[in-house]
């Protein structure tokens, strides 16, 4: 048992999640365990407001203590990381967990370019100049096969696509080899040539740097191609966890077999997509 805790890199036990309202404290999760393995990839799914967001947001540490109550356990890599100062949180977030949002429009700060922003990510995580921190920069985003890195870096984020800013933030997300990615419906806003080329680089992060993903998605067509494992939620809890080939061809829980019969099915022809 202890051989298997110590190979989670991110463990979460009996996390249960209140907020405080006027009506008095409403329970947004409750009983939700899982972990996850070095390289490893757990899709979480179930439709809009069954919890998906508020379990990674609690995970991150980014709910207002002020109205939310999180109990249960979060270990990153063995440190506990529910009830963690947000100053310690800070040092945590970007470096050992990395977070890929919904809408790449709403990550990005619009006064500041798209350089100076990934450059102080890296710089408020390492020892490095300004120099050292633009060259990794240049790298990661070559990495994700983004064209022209070095005048990419002077654009403000509305002068690019939404897909080249998804791809921005993955790079951002990945330079520092984090533990764990945290992606919240990374291709919804995308499409299907752009959602094809963010899940191949997301699939060569956890290839290359061994980082586990979190995969959050509604859509299925995305966790049958990327994920391990599967999670599926309904009303704040997990009502069904299993192997993706076994959850695809033998679902348990009614609410999975609904879930699997509501998605459209949709015969893409792969060879019209080309990796730019």
């Not at 805790?5 to 899982?34: C, M, P, W, Y």
């Not at 407001?49 to 249960?72: A, D």
């Not at 470096?95 to 790449?104: L, S």
């Amino acid at each position: 048992m202890l051989d298997t805790e110590q190979s989670n890199v991110l463990q979460v036990r009996d996390l249960h999640v209140q907020v405080n309202t006027k009506n008095g404290a409403a329970t947004l999760v409750e009983d939700i365990n899982f972990e996850l393995k070095r390289g490893q990839v757990l899709g979480l799914v179930g439709e809009s407001g069954c919890g998906k967001t508020v379990t990674s947001m609690s995970i991150l540490q980014l709910l207002n203590r002020k109205t939310t109550t999180i109990e249960g356990s979060i270990t990153l890599q063995g440190r506990e990381l529910n009830g963690l100062g947000e100053k310690e949180m800070r040092k945590v977030r970007g470096k050992d967990i990395a977070f890929i949002m919904q809408n790449p429009m709403n990550a990005f700060t619009p006064i500041f370019t798209i350089g100076h922003q990934f450059i102080e990510t890296i710089r408020s995580h390492t020892q490095w100049n300004k120099k050292q921190a633009t060259e990794l920069a240049i790298e990661a985003m070559h990495h994700v096969n983004l064209p022209d890195p070095i005048k990419l870096l002077k654009y403000y984020p509305f002068q690019l696509s939404g897909g080249m800013l998804q791809r921005v933030m993955i790079a951002i997300a990945a330079c520092l080899h984090p533990a764990v990615i945290i992606a919240d419906e990374p291709t919804t806003a995308l499409d299907v040539n752009n959602q094809k080329k963010v899940l191949y680089h997301l699939d060569k992060i956890r290839a290359e740097y061994g980082s586990a993903i979190l995969l959050i998605s509604h859509d299925l067509g995305v966790i049958a191609e990327m994920a391990d494992e599967v999670a599926v939620m309904q009303s704040g809890r997990i009502v069904e966890k299993a192997d993706v080939f076994q959850l695809f061809d033998q679902p348990q829980h009614e609410y999975t077999k609904k879930l699997l019969n509501a998605r459209s099915t949709i015969h893409l022809d792969e060879a019209v997509i080309h990796w730019a």
